[in-house]
């Protein structure tokens, strides 16, 4: 079975823009979390998508959104990008049921800087 | 709130011994589940071990054992016969099974000295 995969691999953009990644979960999985890693604050949790509807969201300001399509693949969107979100954002996908003890499988993030 | 704590920034073995990476946690909770994910330098979050807190067996893959402490909170990952290959960092989480987001512990930065 083919991993997570997140595309793309590298971004580079500078503040007051706007970014979209994606990522495309494990065959069959229908849950999928993004994560933000930073050096500073570690790995946090942006949000959870289950069978195209929001489950759990973090602490994040609205400028991070995200959906999630009928084939369970994932878009997070970060508008009006500030320095602060440089960082590498990681999705996680989810076995068939999407419970809490289901491993998450990671792909191997997107790596965005704002310059 | 549930906070996951690795006190150990760095650590360093020798090839072929072992090495014991400490976690702690913190949560009101009593259905959780426990992990031990590796971060190499390729940055791709493998899972190492699972742990399901109602479960008193201590989780163990390979080479890979936990010693998992429900009363104390505490969840500590030992690597017998260290390789090279698991140089990294490794991340302790911890999730709910009342939610859906993985909390993660600060990291710790694994060594392995040939």
């Known amino acids: 079975k083919a991993g997570v995969t997140q595309t793309p691999r590298y971004l580079i953009k500078t503040r007051g823009q706007q970014v979209t990644l994606s990522c495309s979960p494990i065959s069959g999985h229908r849950s999928v979390s993004w994560y933000q890693q930073t050096p500073g604050q570690g790995l946090q949790f942006l949000f959870e998508?289950?069978?195209?509807?929001?489950?759990n969201k973090g602490n994040f300001p609205g400028r991070f959104s995200g959906r999630q399509f009928s084939n369970s693949r994932s878009e997070m969107n970060v508008s009006t990008l500030e320095l602060g979100d440089s960082a590498l954002y990681l999705c996680?996908?989810?076995?068939?049921?999407?419970?809490?003890?289901?491993?998450?499988?990671f792909g191997p993030g997107t790596r965005l800087l704002v310059l | 709130a549930q906070t996951v704590t690795q006190s150990q920034p760095e650590m360093s073995v020798q090839e072929a011994e072992t090495v014991t990476l400490s976690c702690t946690y913190d949560?009101?909770?009593?259905?959780?589940?426990l992990f031990w994910y590796k971060q190499p330098p390729s940055r791709q979050m493998i899972l190492v071990i699972r742990?399901?807190?109602?479960?008193?067996q201590n989780a163990t893959e390979n080479r890979f054992s936990v010693n998992f402490q429900k009363a104390a909170k505490s969840f500590s990952l030992k690597i017998s016969d260290s390789q090279l290959g698991d140089a990294a960092m490794y991340f302790c989480a911890y999730i709910s099974s009342g939610a859906q987001k993985l909390v993660f512990g600060q990291g710790t930065r694994l060594t392995i000295n040939p």
């Open positions: 996680a996908s989810q076995g068939l049921a999407g419970s809490p003890g289901e491993t998450q499988y």
């Open positions: 998508y289950f069978s195209e509807t929001q489950r």
């Open positions: 949560t009101s909770e009593s259905d959780y589940y």
């Open positions: 742990q399901e807190a109602y479960k008193q």
